[in-house]
């Protein structure tokens, strides 16, 4: 009888797959992790991404232009403290 969990040429990591598996992950989000671990290693897998600076190292300036992307009203008039108060609410 042929091994029904097989996922094939596809999947790169074939033992993290089957372990993915067992803890009931689809099949489809199974293989992109295996995959994804493969490609670089499975400690990196899930770190992808940058990191934002904290609002209060801004400058006043970039502070309001970071409000009116978002549509803050009154952001002309606040102060930096402000600013950073209204950014977080938002």
Known sequence: MPDTRDPGPSVKDKELYEKLRDEGIS???????????????????????GTSG?????????????AAEIGIDGRSSMRKSELIEALRNS
Request: aromatic residues 6%; positive net charge.
């Open 27 to 49: 099949k489809q989000k199974s293989a992109r992790i295996a995959n994804a671990a493969a490609k670089t290693s499975r400690s990196e897998v899930g770190h992808k991404g």
């Open 54 to 66: 904290d609002y209060d190292d801004w400058t006043v300036d970039q502070l309001r232009k970071r």
